[in-house]
């Protein structure tokens, strides 16, 4: 697939914008803070629905305006798409394709596949699970959009199980009649959430060392998998592989799990057991990459596991190759990191690519340049 245009109409910076693109690799370059990264911000947007520099979307809208409208036209073989997004600061968020109305967000997720490459990738090795809990999160709703509804049901139900606990904790007789009813609610949905990330991670671990060795040249063995708060681990318990559990049995490890921290949950207030408790585990040779990896081998791992993503995207999509968007991140890569990763990802359909510093850009061959200044494409 890949990108014909794009329209910005009060996107951070950009006041206006009409860009034309073509299929290949494309350019932008300028100094920092001109707009380049907040361009391919909005094509990641229309993508996931969410920015991958900051959570919330208010920012997202240029200082003193009420609202933003920004689209693209996405194009596979014979057939093109018309993808856009309404922000506004008061009311709710409006979204479409080929100008309908898009009630439920499953129905825009995943309608253009991106992967995106920044230096934050970083933080999905070097920080805390939360970041690697996003990275899984983003993956699979790419993969299967209807995933993003499960996520907003689980979270939706998580609050209003918290906010009975946390009740619960300030009353001397509490009710809780309606606790086994956010419970079954909570294990539905979370069961389904901690069943597809266990798939997902297996799917990505053989593609990761692949990718990981090409990149670090090294053979290191890189292990992956979700350690996950329905077995009680503590963070640093060794990996189980959890692979061939079914759906039922991970619903069976739930309840047992929630019946066994009932006591200790009522005492804090708070859920701790589900999908917002787990962590994607990453270990190299045997040890904790998030603190033994080098800074180089965490890059490698970071920019493998979004290789590795969008490999899975390509094999799993009738809608071709998803669109490669690689944000600034030549600047913080060695010269043998940038050359390999610009030759897995020069053979994309499309990519964009955003530099500050034209002496770290690859040497390609450009389907187009676009220099970046004040929010404006100039010559």
Do not use: C
């Amino acid at each position: 697939m890949w990108i014909s245009s794009i329209t910005l109409e009060n996107f951070r910076n950009y006041e206006h914008l009409d860009l034309v693109l073509s299929p290949g690799i494309t350019l932008f370059h300028g100094e920092n803070g001109e707009g380049k990264t907040n361009l391919i911000e909005a094509v990641g947007f229309l993508s996931s629905l969410s920015s991958h520099r900051v959570s919330g979307y208010q920012s997202l809208i240029s200082n003193n305006k009420e609202t933003s409208q920004f689209s693209l036209r996405l194009h596979h073989e014979k057939r093109a798409l018309l993808i856009a997004a309404e922000l506004n600061r008061t009311g709710s968020n409006r979204y479409f394709v080929n100008g309908n109305h898009k009630k439920r967000t499953s129905e825009i997720i995943g309608t253009l596949k991106t992967v995106v490459f920044a230096p934050e990738d970083l933080d999905i090795v070097r920080r805390d699970p939360q970041d690697r809990r996003s990275f899984m999160d983003n993956a699979m709703t790419q993969l299967k959009p209807r995933l993003a509804g499960v996520k907003s049901d689980f979270e939706r139900v998580l609050k209003q199980r918290n906010a009975l606990l946390k009740s619960a904790r300030n009353t001397k007789n509490p009710d809780l009649s309606t606790l086994d009813i956010w419970d079954d609610q909570l294990v539905g949905f979370g069961a389904d959430l901690i069943f597809s990330r266990i798939q997902l991670v297996a799917s990505l671990a053989p593609l990761l060392n692949s990718f990981y060795q090409e990149l670090s040249a090294k053979n290191d063995l890189v292990t992956l998998g979700v350690q996950s708060s329905i077995l009680g681990q503590d963070p640093e318990d060794n990996l189980i592989d959890l692979s061939q559990l079914t759906l039922q049995e991970i619903r069976d490890l739930f309840y047992d799990q929630l019946l066994k921290l009932r006591g200790l949950e009522l005492e804090r207030g708070l859920t701790l057991v589900g999908p917002h408790r787990d962590e994607m585990r990453i270990d190299l040779g045997g040890l904790t990459a998030r603190s033994h990896a080098s800074q180089g081998e965490a890059w490698s791992l970071a920019l493998g596991l979004k290789l590795a993503q969008a490999e899975l995207i390509r094999l799993d999509s009738q809608q071709g190759d998803p669109v490669l968007i690689l944000d600034d991140v030549y600047s913080v890569l060695d010269a043998g990191r940038r050359e390999r990763l610009t030759k897995f990802v020069a053979k994309n359909e499309q990519v964009l690519i955003t530099s500050a510093d034209l002496s770290v850009a690859p040497d390609l061959k450009w389907s187009a340049i676009h220099r970046v200044l004040g929010g404006e494409i100039v010559a």
